[in-house]
């Protein structure tokens, strides 16, 4: 612990960090903006309370460098930001601010996020509803908010061109004549997480382009 009044012995930079020293031997990394934010020189007189505040301002600034860094690799969730934050065992208080200042700032978005995150999952593995939903809940924590995804989703990609992109690597008349073949699909689309009348449905359809 710092004692009342301390003084700074020397402040050497450490590639994007400062190493502060006081003269009581006791020694922090604090961040470059912070160092020149808060004039901390060599000689400078510190009070505990405000070198606590200093302290308070470095662990926040890091936290959000930490945030930003992620997000500048893809959209984050609130839920998942957090998660990797706390998982570099950043203080969850700290968390919490970092995370209401991006989404009150707009960088992250759960509905913005939840729609591109549907969009590249149903056109890269034709999921359906089900499993959309199962996914979403690992990212969001509002099941209001996934419904309103969902619903949105769902105006815009048609579920039969969804599960009809999985049918189409087959002829329709192919599997319209060959019952064991029309059950494998139907048992692909349950585990990619379609309804039954969906796939029933869009089966029907696409069985109906055969010829006769």
Known sequence: MLTKKNKVLSVCPRKNLFIVEFVDGS??????????????YEGIEISNADFEK?????????????????????MRSKKELSNKLINKNIDTSIVAQVVAKFEMEGWINDFEFGIA???DHINRNSIGPIALKYKLKEYIDSDDLINSV???IYKELSMEEIIFSIL???NPEEIRSDNSLKQKLVNKLKRKG?????????INQYIEQAPF
């Open 150 to 152: 969902m619903e949105n």
């Open 168 to 170: 189409k690597r087959f």
């Open 27 to 40: 020694i922090y990394e604090l961040s470059k903006d912070i160092v020149i934010s808060e004039s901390i």
């Open 54 to 74: 200093i302290l308070d301002k470095h662990k926040y600034h890091q936290a959000q460098s930490a945030g930003l860094n992620l997000l500048s690799y893809r």
């Open 194 to 202: 379609h309804y039954w009348n969906d796939i029933s449905d869009s």
């Open 117 to 119: 995150f549907s969009k």
